[in-house]
């Protein structure tokens, strides 16, 4: 395993453990409001502050996008750790068991490891640029299926914004239509590594930010998958509207969500 993955391991392990722990008594978890159904608690800040620790001690001049305390921007920083503490916060302080940690490495802008730790199921999906997606040690490969109307679908319901919320639904409308089935589990980044690993065979979301993404992204590509933006682009980080699948999925999922797409929704 690479070093700097591996550092990126034991800091997700670390913030899984203290998420593993809380979780055992959720009534004592003091939840805070960022924004409409935006929740913060004081484990989201403890998990961050125990990544943040380590990376800063083994990689002291590399910058962090973290989603708690936003970004460390350092003077010539070739290496950006875009962090996650705990994806699916909602989930979290509900006690549905569908969350994780996220942490992705990016080399002069290009994501190089990846990262999404499960807790509840210890499932740790792993990947390097061009070295393939892992989950577990064991090598993952996005599914093999071509036909949208035997594929499994996942996406995000929008719950901050809704300036786009109706052509999300008639794009919702037209996939649960076409497709097997459609799910929306709650947390972006276990999605985008449950299509890693071939257990849904596409996804879209909008109004994602970069710390949802990008780990999941990588190991899709090093799974064999294809991921890219609204406008079939590879400027989803910016853009936080990501399309991802199986190759032959992924290509009928961006042409039913395309046309449903309007130039502000495009950008």
């Known amino acids: 395993m690479h070093p700097m993955l591996n550092i ?23 939840v805070g409001v960022k924004q409409k159904s935006d929740f913060v608690t004081g484990v989201d800040e403890a998990a961050e502050a125990a990544i943040l620790d380590l990376v800063r001690e083994v990689y002291p001049t590399h910058a962090i996008l973290a989603e708690e305390t936003g970004a460390n921007t350092v003077t010539g920083a070739e290496y950006q750790w875009i962090i996650d503490p705990l994806d699916g ?26 990262v999404v730790f499960d ?42 914004s ?15 239509r076409r497709t097997a089935g459609v799910r929306r589990p709650g947390a ?8 890693a690993c071939g257990r849904i065979d596409g996804f879209w979301e909008f109004g994602l930010s970069p710390w949802d993404m990008a780990a999941g992204a990588l190991l899709i590509q090093e799974a064999g998958g294809l991921v890219s933006d609204l406008a079939g682009e590879g400027d989803y980080l910016a853009s936080g509207n990501i399309v991802a699948g199986a ?3 992924f290509a009928q999922l961006l042409q039913i969500i395309q046309p449903h797409c309007t130039p502000s929704l495009a950008r």
């Open 162 to 176: 809704f300036d786009h919320a109706d052509a999300y639904l008639a794009i919702f409308k037209e996939i649960t």
């Open 8 to 30: 990126a391991v034991k800091a997700a392990r670390r913030a899984g453990q203290i998420i593993a722990r809380a979780s055992l008594d959720l009534d004592q978890i003091k």
């Open 247 to 249: 190759p032959k999925i």
């Open 89 to 114: 916060t909602t989930n979290f302080i509900h006690g549905f068991p569908q969350y994780a940690v996220s942490i992705a490495i990016a080399h002069k802008g290009v994501l190089t490891h990846a």
């Open 119 to 160: 807790p509840n199921r210890n499932e740790l999906f792993t990947a390097t640029r061009g070295a393939g997606a892992y989950l577990n040690d064991k090598r993952i490969r996005v599914s093999k299926r071509a036909k949208l109307e035997e594929a499994l679908i996942g996406t995000g319901f929008p719950y901050r």
């Open 188 to 195: 972006a980044s276990l999605d985008l590594a449950w299509l």
